[in-house]
């Protein structure tokens, strides 16, 4: 599968207009991305066990998304068959309290993955220059010192994001940022299939309409945001999300890549730990 399509090129100002939600390149069906996502799977369960044991590097992945676009599915599939002791799953909702009472990405920073584990943000610090910025009354919560909310304080914004993700992709956090773009006409038909089916009423709520009205100020929050923090350092991946075992198949396969490129191998023992190995042997094998 070629991803490299629905990358945000760094330094360049694109347009989501140009990016397809129904988009599924060269993969004729949902039974062919199934068995890619199959595949992809097996690999990444298998390098998996190699993060963990190198314990160096840690994998976060960063999803994005308007409502009903796919996003817990796309982590359901595509962390099927994984150790769950090596992954940790954060949703960030509303800021609490205590978490007001901090900066911005100080909820972020207690939830990074450790060396050799997988962290997912379903949402993430992103939605401060997103929701926050086409409800610009969330800021008075902030508790910011005074300072003007003009085009100078969301830049400052992508800045000290950009920062802090450059900081942590050098201690060794590698970062996916995935945005799965799906179309309006599509969350209106996934919109009304939650209405429609009672099991699936929890997932609905009257405010998830209601903030279709925003769509277009979402999309140039979106746009905007993608030309100035999609680096080469932690890229953006704007993901058709229309066809969800394509969303699904394309993610893990960028996590799959992402894995082989990683300088990572099982530690070989030393010179000391064969000797005690060989010890231990010895003794295993001498019980009566």
């Known amino acids: 599968m070629n991803t490299k399509m629905l ?14 939600p129904e988009y599924v390149g060269k993969v004729k069906s949902k039974e062919e991305a199934e068995e890619l996502l199959a595949e992809d799977n097996a690999d990444i369960s298998r390098l998996q066990d190699i993060l963990y044991a190198h314990d160096v590097y840690a994998v976060l992945m960063i999803f994005q998304a308007m409502d009903a676009a796919g996003k817990d599915g ?8 994984i150790n769950p002791q090596g992954c940790q799953v954060y949703s960030f909702k509303n800021p609490s309290m205590e978490e007001l009472d901090h900066d911005y990405l100080w909820r972020s920073m207690k939830a990074l993955p ?3 584990r997988f962290g997912i943000f379903n949402r993430s610090y992103y939605e401060e220059v997103l929701i926050v910025r086409v409800h610009q009354e969330i800021l008075k919560k902030q508790k910011l010192p005074p300072q003007p909310h003009g085009k100078d304080f969301w830049k400052e914004r992508f800045n000290e994001i950009n920062m802090f993700e450059q900081y942590l992709v050098r201690n060794g956090i590698h970062i996916l940022k995935f945005f799965l773009n799906v179309s309006k006409e599509e969350q209106k038909r996934r919109f009304l299939k939650r209405i429609e ?3 699936k009423n929890w997932k609905f709520s009257a405010s998830d309409a209601k903030e279709r009205q925003y769509w277009d100020e979402y999309m140039r929050s979106y746009e905007d945001m993608f030309n100035h923090t999609s680096t080469k350092y932690a890229p953006w991946y704007i993901i058709p999300a229309d066809h969800k075992w394509f969303s699904r198949a394309a993610v893990a396969h960028i996590l799959a890549k992402k894995l082989r490129s990683l300088d990572i191998a099982y530690p070989k023992p030393t010179e000391e730990h064969l000797k ?3 010890k231990a042997r010895k003794l295993l094998e001498g019980e009566k």
């Open 114 to 116: 450790e060396r050799g």
């Open 276 to 278: 005690e190995l060989e």
């Open 197 to 199: 089916t009672p099991e």
């Open 74 to 81: 796309a982590i359901k599939h595509v962390m099927s068959g």
């Open 7 to 20: 990358i945000v090129p760094p330094g360049k100002t694109i347009s989501l207009s140009d990016y397809d």
